[in-house]
């Protein structure tokens, strides 16, 4: 049986690896931060499998991740922890860059020192490349990072690098684009945005507000893109490694598959910072932009080429926005309506 260590266990990507791995008849140990609130219910539906094992602890502690990983003697590190939220990142970069960065760092020291044979994957992310200069980014593109988590990602993905060439590390960097599900963060805009047109069907709100209505993504869905993690520790040798759907679709894309989904027809009047979303059924305006959810420096346009992660890892994105925003949209629509337009866990 192996044994993995996963770095951000409580969150999207965390507990649907940890779910994977555990069908794989792994023994999974996860890394979870002490919180005052209850963060686990992500983890529901396997908190209490007998080869699940959860440890309080944390990146910036260096100590208390030697302890953990001398303890747990793991096979393979899925490293997922991060302030992972790119607008917030320009309001505390130390943080970000602390975890983001230095906390990679860490954890390639502890396995140069104690374990050669432990595997490290590493959370990268299609905003290394940020100010594109490529139609499709590839493991080729140069990166031009537009805001803090990008640029602690970029030390994390160079640190990788240097670790594999100067160490024989076996480390891979996981360049994933833009992955959604049911269990991403309320504060990111596409969960903002199933969440917010749900309540507004449902009469618990009136209107959504979001940013840059046309900034383009290439979105996938989270619970296929892990299986895309664990495939990268499986190859003989390391490598890094682009995942993607190949399509993008602007922030306005998303908010209309949502409304059809809601049976809303959503059309758009204005410019600027007037535009706004109108149900056309209804006459009510259900969308407006609001400036503070612009960030400092934009990042307008993504668009993944996973080829490389097809050719070699046999791996491709099976779900495309229709079908992830559908699966978000009734899960959150089923959700807010049985609980009254809140959400209990």
Same mark, same amino acid.
């Given at each position: 049986?192996?044994?993995?260590?996963?770095?951000?266990?409580?969150?999207?990507?965390?507990?649907?690896?940890?779910?994977?791995?555990?069908?794989? =008849?792994?023994?999974?140990?996860?890394?979870?931060?002490?919180?005052?609130?209850?963060?686990?219910?992500?983890?529901?539906?396997?908190?209490?499998?007998? =080869?699940?094992?959860?440890?309080?602890?944390?990146?910036?502690?260096?100590?208390?991740?030697?302890?953990?990983?001398?303890?747990?003697?793991?096979?393979?590190?899925?490293?997922?922890?991060?302030?992972?939220?790119?607008?917030?990142?320009?309001?505390?970069?130390?943080?970000?860059?602390?975890?983001?960065?230095?906390?990679?760092?860490?954890?390639?020291?502890?396995?140069?020192?104690?374990?050669?044979?432990?595997?490290?994957?590493?959370?990268?992310?299609?905003?290394?490349?940020?100010?594109?200069?490529?139609?499709?980014?590839?493991?080729?593109?140069?990166?031009?990072?537009?805001?803090?988590?990008?640029?602690?990602?970029?030390?994390?993905?160079?640190?990788?690098?240097?670790?594999?060439?100067?160490?024989?590390?076996?480390?891979?960097?996981?360049?994933?684009?833009?992955?959604?599900?049911?269990?991403?963060?309320?504060?990111?805009?596409?969960?903002?945005?199933?969440?917010?047109?749900?309540?507004?069907?449902?009469?618990?709100?009136?209107?959504?507000?979001?940013?840059?209505?046309?900034?383009?993504?290439?979105?996938?869905?989270?619970?296929?893109?892990?299986?895309?993690?664990?495939?990268?520790?499986?190859?003989?040798?390391?490598?890094?490694?682009?995942?993607?759907?190949?399509?993008?679709?602007?922030?306005?894309?998303?908010?209309?598959?949502?409304?059809?989904?809601?049976?809303?027809?959503?059309?758009?009047?204005?410019?600027?910072?007037?535009?706004?979303?109108?149900?056309?059924?209804?006459?009510?305006?259900?969308?407006?932009?609001?400036?503070?959810?612009?960030?400092?420096?934009?990042?307008?346009?993504?668009?993944?080429?996973?080829?490389?992660?097809?050719?070699?890892?046999?791996?491709?994105?099976?779900?495309?926005?229709?079908?992830?925003?559908?699966?978000?949209?009734?899960?959150?629509?089923?959700?807010?309506?049985? =609980?009254?337009?809140?959400?209990?866990?």
């Amino acid at each position: 049986m192996k044994t993995a260590l996963i770095t951000g266990i409580t969150g999207q990507d965390g507990s649907f690896l940890a779910e994977l791995l555990l069908k794989k =008849n792994y023994f999974v140990h996860g890394l979870i931060r002490r919180s005052a609130e209850l963060n686990t219910f992500r983890l529901e539906k396997i908190f209490n499998h007998e =080869n699940l094992k959860l440890h309080y602890g944390d990146l910036t502690d260096s100590i208390c991740l030697e302890q953990i990983v001398s303890e747990v003697a793991p096979d393979e590190v899925y490293n997922l922890a991060a302030q992972s939220h790119v607008k917030v990142s320009f309001e505390i970069p130390e943080i970000t860059a602390t975890i983001g960065a230095l906390g990679v760092l860490k954890l390639l020291e502890i396995i140069r020192k104690k374990d050669h044979r432990i595997k490290l994957y590493q959370a990268s992310t299609s905003e290394l490349y940020g100010k594109v200069v490529e139609e499709k980014q590839s493991e080729e593109t140069i990166f031009h990072p537009r805001s803090p988590y990008g640029v602690a990602k970029l030390y994390a993905y160079w640190i990788i690098k240097n670790y594999r060439e100067a160490y024989n590390v076996f480390a891979c960097n996981g360049i994933l684009f833009n992955h959604e599900s049911e269990r991403r963060g309320f504060n990111f805009v596409s969960r903002k945005i199933t969440i917010g047109l749900s309540r507004i069907k449902l009469g618990y709100q009136s209107v959504l507000e979001v940013g840059n209505l046309n900034a383009k993504r290439d979105w996938g869905y989270a619970k296929e893109y892990v299986e895309a993690m664990h495939l990268m520790l499986q190859q003989e040798k390391p490598k890094d490694y682009v995942i993607a759907t190949g399509e993008a679709h602007s922030i306005r894309d998303f908010i209309e598959l949502a409304g059809e989904e809601l049976g809303m027809e959503i059309t758009w009047q204005g410019e600027g910072l007037k535009e706004v979303g109108v149900d056309k059924k209804t006459g009510k305006t259900v969308v407006k932009v609001n400036e503070k959810y612009f960030r400092p420096a934009e990042v307008d346009f993504l668009l993944g080429d996973s080829s490389l992660a097809k050719k070699e890892l046999k791996w491709e994105a099976k779900t495309k926005l229709n079908d992830l925003v559908k699966i978000m949209v009734k899960a959150d629509y089923e959700s807010l309506k049985k =609980n009254q337009g809140k959400f209990f866990y």
